[in-house]
């Protein structure tokens, strides 16, 4: 075993040589959950700062973590730019995902369905950092600007939005939409002061308890208190998240008393840290962010599609990675009423039969051949982020003992080349498959015809239809039904194979606290009651 390892790291190395109201504030008192983006390599920080010689949790302060993605603008309404901009406690969504995966309250009370009509009503004093009261109003004009700059939800504009008054807004939708409550708990749902933000892609006006300070595209952000806050005081004085993607950049960042916490550990940060319980917090919940691989059928026959899935040993790159991920047969959780598609694990003998069913058979050099033709060389694309070249690594050392010859295909940008421009035969994309506690949101964005992740080009009028029904049923039951009903035709095209989901591992120094720790989404981090460790 030591010897594969070995020899699988050493391919890696080859292969990539709380008081409400506006401006309310208090004295000090101490206090008490897509799609991935390409990554960006600079791992430069500020003057290393020497490990903090105490580690009390105190009022003020700056906490500083990474932000491993790359992204030029932090416009929160378009693309994912949300998912970052919220973790960084710079926006907040109508309402948010508790860590039991339900919707609780945040800048809405209540959100009142009744057919085709729905009652939003916000919460009382809410602001945005320069004292502006959010108003219905100007929730009406975000949810519209929402559906012109990103196509996930442009569904806002069929509807007829009205400000009855300041904290009131009455929608009435074409048809009845039961998960509208949870597409407002999705980070994009978030409010901007449209009037007044001049710079909405480098300084944004929202209502979070920290506000943008300065922000490098593609590089780091700082970020300040917001001393008008709605929910009340903000225990840090500040935030900083360095671009920073390398692995081994943010472990060694850790150690030298750099950062103070991050998130998505590796496994030797895991074994690392737990060494030093008393330096170090260690934490880890089930997130519902997983990786998965798209196959190709216009470069990859149906068999090898097939044989390639049943090929997959999941078990296997779950105890390589150690502990930081497990195993994945679906797009959601299997206790979920709508997780009930099993997708097959592990079958060589099976895999064997249908390649050979389809004439191929195995030559002297343990490859696939057919009429005399070896299968051609499948290309593996694959980014570096979130341990996704390991696992294609191992998927090329599983394949190719198989017969089924495979190459790496690395790339940084995943969203700027494959997702986009679809060449590719075998790719790796990682998302939070279920970001909103209901099966459309995924199948929306990944199984309907035209949708940014249907890169296979299984879309069909057949299934767009059925996702159309479901967006509109009621019954959970039968929602669950439908859901499952799409998703079993999918896994039977042979062009979808999930792989792992991530457990969210969470190191803080001692004294951090409030890091969104026990949430299992990603997209939520810094709140009022985070708490860095004191520094000297």
């Known amino acids: 075993m030591k010897k594969r390892l070995a020899t699988l790291l050493l391919c890696l190395a080859m292969v990539f040589t709380t008081l409400t ?15 991935d983006a390409n990554a960006n390599t600079n791992t430069s920080t500020s003057e290393p700062a020497a490990a903090p010689e105490a580690t009390v949790a105190t009022t003020g302060g700056i906490i500083r973590s990474v932000e491993g993605f790359a992204y030029a603008t932090l416009d929160p309404h378009k693309d994912y730019n949300s998912w970052h901009s919220q973790k960084y406690g710079l926006t907040e969504s109508l309402f948010k995902l508790g860590d039991d995966m339900k919707i609780q309250p945040w800048l809405a009370k209540s959100l009142e369905i009744k057919d085709t009509v729905a009652v939003l009503t916000l919460n009382d004093g809410v602001c945005f950092s320069n004292g502006t009261p959010l108003t219905a109003d100007m929730v009406k004009r975000n949810l519209e600007r929402l559906s012109e700059v990103n196509k996930r939800f442009k569904f806002y504009a069929n509807f007829t939005m009205e400000a009855t008054d300041d904290k009131t807004l009455t929608i009435t939708m074409p048809e009845v939409m039961p998960t509208l409550e949870n597409e407002m708990a999705s980070p994009e749902a978030c409010m901007l002061d449209l009037d007044a933000t001049t710079d909405i892609d480098n300084a944004p006006i929202s209502t979070g308890p920290f506000a943008v300070d300065v922000f490098i595209p593609e590089g780091d952000i700082t970020l300040k208190r917001n001393d008008n806050y709605w929910g009340g005081h903000v225990n840090l004085d500040g935030a900083k998240f360095f671009s920073m993607r390398d692995g081994q950049s943010k472990l060694m960042a850790m150690q030298n008393g750099e950062i103070d916490a ?14 030093e319980p008393d330096r170090y917090q260690l934490f880890s919940v089930p997130s519902q962010a997983r990786t998965y691989m798209f196959l190709n059928p216009k470069t990859v026959p149906e068999s090898v599609r097939q044989a390639v899935i049943l090929t997959v040993d999941r078990e296997s790159i779950s105890a390589f990675m150690g502990g930081t991920v497990s195993p994945s047969y679906g797009a959601y959780n299997e206790s979920t009423p709508y997780g009930k598609v099993q997708y097959p694990s592990i079958d060589l003998a099976k895999a064997k039969e249908i390649m050979e069913a389809d004439g191929y058979t195995l030559n002297s050099n343990n490859v696939y051949e057919k009429n005399g033709v070896e299968l051609p060389t499948i290309g593996l694309y694959c980014y570096a982020a979130r341990s996704i070249d390991s696992m294609a690594v191992l998927i090329k050392e599983q394949l190719t003992n198989s017969g089924i010859p495979a190459e790496i295909k690395l790339v940084e ?35 309907r015809s035209g949708s940014y992740q249907d890169i296979t080009g299984y879309g069909n009028a057949a299934t767009d239809a059925q996702i159309e029904e479901l967006r509109f049923t009621i019954d959970s039951e039968k929602r669950a039904e439908i859901a499952n009903a799409i998703m079993q035709d999918y896994t039977d095209a042979a062009v979808f194979c999930p792989l792992v989901t991530y457990n969210r591992n969470i190191v803080m120094s001692t004294g951090v606290t409030h890091f969104a720790e026990t949430n299992p989404y990603e997209f939520y981090t810094l709140d009022a009651n985070t708490t860095a460790p004191s520094q000297k």
Not at 262 to 275: G, K, M, N, Q, R
Not at 416 to 426: F, L, R, W
């Open 21 to 35: 109201g506006c401006g309310s504030k208090s004295e000090p008192a101490p206090s008490g959950s897509t799609g």
């Open 413 to 447: 940008d995943p969203d700027g080349t494959y997702m986009t421009d679809k060449q590719y035969d075998i790719c790796f994309y990682r998302m939070t498959t279920d970001k909103t506690g209901d099966p459309l949101a995924f199948i929306d964005g990944v199984v």
């Open 262 to 275: 991050y998130d998505s550990l590796s496994a030797t940060d895991i074994e690392i840290f737990s060494a």
